[in-house]
């Protein structure tokens, strides 16, 4: 088994998905300097005469030499400096950049019609669990982003029902797959009417705790 988490999520939730893909078209957000994501895109790239795109606002340029490669040295929402260079036949998106739910949610919402149907569209870091306390990483901020960006990316789900799938893994720090079924439009996402705050609930939980005395 692989040690690294990180690594495995990569590799079992996203390569496996994608290592058959023929001339792949890949969009990345987030580039790092261990740059282990867009390695392994490129790699597929190289071999399966593809192309990948990555975006930063770091200047990683001079971090790989390949053809197959363009590196955009920018925000992921500079959308008149990137959207040039796309074409809506994208098979993949990768985001990891500003990890907070309203940022996934613009980002998602922007990009998702370059993806052609069958496309994957993976936005990393969406469990909130490691961050939690008592845990290993136990940190305030990413707890909250990461669990409000889980919660958002279902509340997208629950309103577009049919135009795409979703899948979520939990290793490590958790990524999200949603693939494109068809190229309607997305909707709004909205909140979703929870009963559980409901008058009828809280009776509910009453006499279940009455129940046991």
Not at 63 to 84: A, G, L, P, Q, V
Not at 142 to 153: A, G, H, P, V, Y
Not at 184 to 195: A, G, M, N, P, V
């Amino acid at each position: 088994m692989i040690e690294d988490r990180h690594k495995r999520k990569f590799l079992d939730f996203i390569f496996n998905q994608i290592k058959n893909l023929k001339n792949p078209k890949i969009l990345e957000f987030g580039v790092s300097d261990k740059a282990m994501s867009t390695s392994f895109f490129l790699d597929l790239c190289e071999k399966n005469n593809g192309n990948l795109i990555s975006v930063d606002v770091n200047n990683y340029k001079s971090k790989f030499n390949s053809s197959r490669w363009h590196f955009i040295n920018t925000r992921d929402d500079n959308y008149e400096n990137i959207d040039k260079y796309l074409k809506k036949d994208l098979d993949v998106i990768y985001l990891d950049t500003v990890h907070k739910a309203k940022h996934v949610e613009k980002i998602l919402y922007h990009y998702y019609e370059n993806l052609k149907v069958n496309g994957f569209f993976f936005i990393d870091d969406i469990s909130w669990l490691p961050y939690t306390k008592e845990r290993e990483k136990n940190h305030f901020y990413k707890e909250i982003n990461n669990q409000e960006t889980f919660e958002k990316l279902i509340q997208i789900y629950n309103k577009n029902l049919g135009k795409f799938d979703i899948e979520f893994s939990f290793v490590g720090t958790g990524i999200a797959k949603l693939t494109k079924l068809n190229n309607d439009k997305l909707l709004t996402s909205s909140k979703i009417l929870l009963r559980k705050n409901s008058l009828k609930n809280i009776l509910r939980k009453l006499y279940l705790v009455f129940k046991s005395k």
